[in-house]
């Protein structure tokens, strides 16, 4: 689907030829005598249609307006989270329509800012996606185009500009995190960053079972033990910045799927546990939406992928492993996974010098019941950091809530065989999973995002939501938009060589996806 932004003043949208007309209708609209401010005015009056957000009326073939169809919309006060919710409304009666081109006017509205913009646009294209990739029957997606009408085209280019960036990025997160397990392997996830690196400025390395050992990444190694997919460990770089510049580090858990292992699940809704990649999904749609909109700064991306399966050669509880750290850990329970997989991850971002650290996992159900689906949970070690993703979530209604990390709570990762536990009681799990991940993130400034109740949806609408992709890019470019921090300022020269490359006697060859 293809957007268009275009200057149409009211009179002008109403002259617009298109197959459907959506005008988002705020309580407060300044007097017009141009049909569509009639027929407005006309509407509210006669209590036919109400202006608070999401409420609908439609219309056919109406003296005056040549659009085939007018859908007047709802948008009460004119806040960015009501467009949301009132464009959701209106794509929603278009879906497996006949439109293929649709006029979506934004020019009743006083306040148009970026944010309006973005929250149209992506709630434009989240309303009109559709799964197809593994079915055999698929209706052509008719609606082909959307033209976004404003009163002044020149002021909202920047915004529109970066929402549709950033809709390509959550369309990628989706479509990866709704493949099923065997559309989706890890080698097919490290196939997906290889795509992405034939963007500008994006590079990827690809590093498979005998790169990892090699590493000692033997906590992640663990994990994959149990399956037949060969793990892979996935290096996206972004190099937008200053070679200087320290990068942000972003990590992604991308469990393809993740069974329990031997402490295995029960099977009632396992399927959803081919969700397990959403964190490495997110990555992958940032990276993504990083190739569009080309910012000013150095982004690295690390997804640790395999398969969390029971099998002979699998974990057992009670085994102890090595990571790369060095830290001995003893997997009291072989479900309690993905903390394994980032935990080496976490290890590997040192040798970046990162400016941050964010980890994103669909890592606890605990999480779920903690925050369910309306924020995803933040854990940080760095006040500035946790501040910053929180306004970025804000900013881009994509929400996140602080959680605690005081150290009591990792009294019960105390393990009697090794230096940490995998697991501690039943108790504040999402706290605990994230202070297990602290203990590996001690080397910079870190955040963890919990997405395991945002990340997709069950029941009649299930699927991926492309979440947090449009967080973490907002904050990305907060990032970029701040004077770089050099990891060296004094030896700017040899911070080059060292802040994104890895030293020399560590470099390891890499595979094929
Ligand atoms: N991938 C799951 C977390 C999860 C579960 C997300 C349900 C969304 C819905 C993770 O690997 C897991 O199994 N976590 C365990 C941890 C426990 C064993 C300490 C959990 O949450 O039950
Ligand atoms: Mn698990
Ligand atoms: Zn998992």
Redesign the pocket.
């Known amino acids: 689907m293809d957007f268009e932004l275009k200057t149409l003043t009211r009179s002008r949208v109403c002259t617009e030829k298109c197959d459907a007309l959506v005008v988002l209708v705020p309580l407060h609209v300044a007097e017009g005598d141009d049909t569509l401010s009639v027929l407005v005015e006309a509407a509210t009056q006669s209590g036919d249609f109400e202006r608070k957000p999401g409420k609908l009326l439609q219309a056919y073939r109406t003296t005056g307006i040549a659009a085939t169809r007018v859908i007047l919309v709802g948008v009460g006060e004119g806040s960015a989270k009501n467009i949301r919710t009132a464009v959701a409304a209106a794509m929603g009666t278009l879906k497996g329509g006949n439109a293929q081109r649709v006029v979506l006017s934004l020019s009743l509205l006083k306040d148009a800012g970026a944010a309006h913009m973005q929250a149209a646009v992506l709630a434009c294209s989240d309303a009109s996606y559709s799964y197809s990739a593994t079915k055999s029957k698929v209706s052509p997606v008719k609606l082909q185009r959307i033209v976004v009408a404003v009163a002044s085209a020149a002021d909202a280019k920047a915004g529109f500009e970066k929402a549709v960036g950033l809709v390509k990025g959550i369309a990628l997160a989706k479509e990866w995190g709704n493949r099923p397990a065997n559309h989706a392997t890890p080698v097919m996830l490290a196939g997906a960053a290889r795509e992405l690196a034939k963007l500008p400025r994006i590079k990827v390395e690809i590093l498979g079972p005998k790169e990892v050992a090699k590493l000692g990444m033997g906590s992640f190694m663990a994990v994959a033990r149990g399956s037949e997919e060969p793990l892979r460990f996935i290096v996206l770089r972004y190099d937008g910045g200053l070679k200087a510049d320290a990068p942000v580090v972003l990590v992604g858990k991308g ?1 393809t799927f ?1 069974t ?1 292992g031997i ?1 295995i ?1 029960p099977s009632s809704e396992m399927d ?2 081919k969700f ?1 990649m959403c964190g490495a999904a997110s990555v992958l749609g940032a990276f993504r939406a990083l190739g569009e909109l080309q910012p000013k700064l150095n982004v690295i991306g690390l997804i640790p992928s395999c398969e ?1 399966m029971p099998d002979g050669k699998a974990i057992k509880p009670g085994d102890v492993v090595t990571s790369m750290s060095g830290q001995t850990i003893e997997i009291l ?1 072989t ?4 903390r394994l997989v980032l935990c080496d991850a976490l290890t590997y971002a040192e040798r970046f010098k990162p400016r941050a650290v964010v980890d994103i996992a ?5 999480c ?1 019941v903690a925050l369910g689906a309306v924020r995803s949970g933040l854990f940080s070690s760095d006040d500035a950091l946790a501040q910053s993703l929180l306004n970025a979530g804000e900013r881009s209604l994509d929400l996140c809530w602080r959680m605690p990390l005081d150290d009591d709570y990792a009294d019960g990762l105390k393990s009697n065989f090794a230096d940490v536990a995998n ?1 501690a009681g039943r108790a504040g ?1 999402s706290v605990t ?1 994230a202070k297990f991940l602290q203990r590996f993130a001690g080397k910079f400034a870190w955040a963890h995002l919990d997405i ?1 109740g945002t990340a997709w949806k069950s029941g009649a609408a299930k699927g991926s939501t492309g979440r947090p992709v449009a967080l973490l890019v907002e904050y990305l470019l907060a990032q970029a938009a701040q004077p770089a921090k050099t990891p060296l300022l004094v030896k700017a020269k040899t911070a080059a060589k060292t802040a994104i490359k890895a030293p020399a006697k560590t470099r390891v060859k890499t595979v094929r996806a």
């Open positions: 469990i993740d329990g402490s699940k959803e546990m397990d969390n329970n479900d309690a996974e993905g669909t890592l606890t159900g605990a779920v697991v799990g999973a395991a």
